[in-house]
């Protein structure tokens, strides 16, 4: 079996940390949950660090294709409003073209 990422101690130190953490000390937290971070062995450390940053390649992959998805279903409603069914230019909803 390989290693886990997080090892007892570690998991321990992170739920103590987490205790211990001050509601409006931001950076204090953020330094003190890297601190317990840096206990990790290196290679944990890459791979905690390729994790997150494979994390954030899918939420911004995510963003684009729903953006995609919205623009692809504006230009499909627009050309329901604007064409008929054989593609042929009319005047829906009295709206006045000029071609």
């Known amino acids: 079996m390989p290693e886990p990422l997080c090892s007892d101690s570690l998991y321990q130190m992170l739920m103590d940390a987490l205790n211990v953490q001050i509601s409006g000390d931001v950076d204090g937290n953020a330094r003190l949950m890297l601190g317990?971070?840096?206990?990790?062995?290196?290679?944990?450390q890459v791979r905690y660090t390729l994790h997150t940053h494979t994390q954030q390649i899918a939420a911004m992959i995510a963003a684009i294709v729903a953006a995609t998805v919205v623009a692809f279903c504006i230009l499909v409603m627009l050309r329901y409003y604007f064409f008929d069914i054989?593609?042929?230019?009319?005047?829906r909803h009295n709206i006045d073209i000029n071609i």
């Open 36 to 44: 317990v971070l840096d206990c990790l062995p290196a290679v944990n």
């Open 86 to 91: 054989d593609m042929t230019l009319t005047k």
